[in-house]
């Protein structure tokens, strides 16, 4: 798998969202700055933690990665006005942290 295969997007959701609006508009007590290096990231379902980490840096040039987290988000079933249901896709979240002191992805 080469680093485009791998990485499929950012996921970036509302809670993400709303933890960094908050630190950067008023820093809170015990929010630490670590909510500022984190990103969510929708990866390949076979991809492994090295495979993605690798990929993040060669992507991002002078970014490197501390750790990588991952989680498989399974599919949910959906159904809407008849007897068959479907189920929407499967995939995998990976969330990584950059280093102290690197620049942001975004």
Do not use: P
């Given at each position: ?17 709303h ?16 909510v ?20 993040v ?33 499967a ?16």
């Open positions: 798998m080469n680093s485009f295969t791998v990485i499929k997007g950012l996921h970036d959701s509302e809670k993400t969202q933890l960094k609006d908050l630190f950067a508009f008023r820093q809170t007590k015990g929010m630490k700055e670590e500022l290096r984190k990103y969510t990231l929708q990866v390949d379902v076979r991809a492994n933690k090295h495979q993605i980490r690798k990929a840096e060669e992507l991002f040039k002078g970014v490197k990665v501390s750790s990588v987290n991952t989680a498989r988000m399974i599919g949910k079933t959906k159904r809407s006005r008849t007897k068959m249901a479907g189920s929407t896709a995939w995998k979240k990976a969330v990584i942290t950059l280093k102290e002191g690197e620049i942001e992805l975004l």
